[in-house]
């Protein structure tokens, strides 16, 4: 796929800046940012075509925000995980390691731990 992708109207060489998609179900034509991938039932259209654009007789044209403030779907991921992480309880500021943790010294505050060992079988 190259990187570029052109309007896929005849003949036009403008870079494409919209994805066309018919929403077959609906009778209707969604005009949004340009897609990330390429997929059936979606063209990629230029400025000036997707200006021009008219739907079909009986169909709806929904057009999207295209412009550079548009949240992205990184964007809201990351508004998504914020919101999370604010959800979560404080963590306890001494709790005490959990765990199956032996020590086997200490320095300073730092208490060294290693695993212990599951006890065989014999
Ligand atoms: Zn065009």
Redesign the pocket.
């Known amino acids: 796929m190259s990187p570029v992708r052109?309007?896929?109207?005849t003949a036009?060489?403008?870079p494409?800046v919209f994805t066309l998609t018919y929403v077959y179900a609906d009778s209707t034509a969604v005009l949004g940012p340009l897609a990330t991938y390429v997929e059936p039932h979606c063209y990629d259209?230029?400025?000036?075509?997707?200006e021009r654009l008219t739907a079909p007789r009986g169909w709806e044209v929904v057009r999207l925000p295209a412009e550079a403030g548009q949240p992205s779907a990184d964007d809201l991921e990351a508004l998504a995980n914020a919101v999370r992480e604010a959800a979560k309880p404080a963590p306890a500021q001494h709790a005490e390691p959990v765990g199956q943790g032996v020590e086997v010294g200490r320095r300073g505050h730092l208490r060294v731990l290693r695993s212990a060992q599951p006890e065989r079988e014999q």
């Open positions: 052109s309007c896929s109207r036009c060489r403008q494409a259209l230029c400025a000036e075509h997707a």
